[in-house]
C-alpha cells in the first residue's frame, strides 16, 4: 500500500512540475506566458549590426550559441524595438574577455552604448577592466556593483534576467538580485552623476529600445535568448 501511495505522489508530482526545454527552445509553460525566442540556435534572423541592414560574418552559430569569434564584428543589436519586458539569457565569455548586454539602445548616438546601460560580461579574474567592483560581470556597468556571489570564472556560463517595467530596472546573476533601481529617480540621478555617464546627453532617456550585443574585441557566446514583453 505504501508503495502504491508513493508512486502515485510521484506521478502527480512529475505532472505538476513544468517541462525544462532544450536549449534555445520554450517550454510549454513559457509559451503560455508569452515568452518569444530571439535565437533559435538555427539562425540570426532577428539580429544585425549597429546602424547596419546586415551582419557581419564573424558573428556565428557555433555549438547552439551565438558567438562573436573575434574582433571587428561590431556591436549587434535586435531588429526589433521594445519597451517593458522580461529578458533571460546565457553567457560565457572568454579568458580575459569583455563584452555585455545593452537595453534602451538607439541609433541616434555615434555608438550603440551612447544612450544604452549595460550590463557587464567579463572575465573578472583576468581583464583589466576588474579594478572596480561596478565593473565587474552581472553589474550594471559604471553604476551598481554585483555580489561577488554571483559571479562565476571565464568559460563558464551564466544566466542573467533582465526586467524592465515602467522604468524600474531589475537584474539578476545566476539567481542574485544585483539592480534594483527606477529610472529616473534620485537614487539613479546620484549613481549617474558619480559615473562616466554624468555628462552623456540622452543617457537611459529612451522609453523604447533595442537589446544590444557588444563587440569589445573578444570571443563571447550567448544562447537561450528570451523575451516576455509586458506592454
Known amino acids: 500500500m505504501q508503495r502504491r501511495i508513493l508512486s502515485t505522489l510521484l506521478f502527480c508530482s512529475a505532472l505538476a512540475a513544468p517541462a525544462f526545454a532544450a536549449d534555445n527552445q520554450l517550454s510549454p509553460q513559457e509559451q503560455a506566458e508569452g515568452w518569444s525566442l530571439l535565437f533559435n540556435g538555427k539562425d540570426m534572423q532577428q ?85 572596480l567592483a561596478t565593473h565587474l560581470s552581472g553589474s550594471l556597468y559604471d553604476m551598481v556593483a554585483s555580489p561577488v556571489a554571483s559571479q562565476k570564472k571565464a568559460g563558464e556560463w551564466n544566466t542573467a534576467r533582465i526586467r524592465l517595467e515602467k522604468s524600474r530596472l531589475q537584474v539578476w546573476q545566476n539567481g542574485t538580485l544585483v539592480t534594483d533601481i527606477q529610472i529616473g529617480s534620485d537614487d539613479w540621478k546620484k549613481l549617474v552623476a558619480a559615473s562616466k555617464f554624468a555628462d552623456w546627453a540622452g543617457f537611459a532617456s529612451n522609453k523604447r529600445g533595442h537589446i544590444g550585443l557588444q563587440d569589445h574585441g573578444d570571443p563571447v557566446w550567448f544562447k537561450n535568448i528570451k523575451i516576455k514583453e509586458l506592454n
Request: aromatic share 10%.
Open 47 to 131: 539580429w544585425r549590426n549597429f546602424k547596419s541592414d546586415s551582419l557581419s560574418p564573424l558573428w556565428v552559430i557555433d555549438q547552439d550559441s551565438i558567438k562573436l569569434t573575434g574582433k571587428g564584428g561590431g556591436d549587434i543589436l535586435t531588429k526589433k524595438t521594445y519597451t517593458d519586458y522580461d529578458l533571460m539569457l546565457d553567457w560565457k565569455i572568454s579568458e580575459v574577455g569583455n563584452s555585455g548586454v545593452l537595453i534602451m539602445a538607439d541609433e541616434s548616438g555615434q555608438y550603440i552604448y551612447s544612450h544604452a546601460p549595460e550590463i557587464q560580461i567579463l572575465d573578472n579574474e583576468r581583464h583589466p577592466d576588474n579594478k
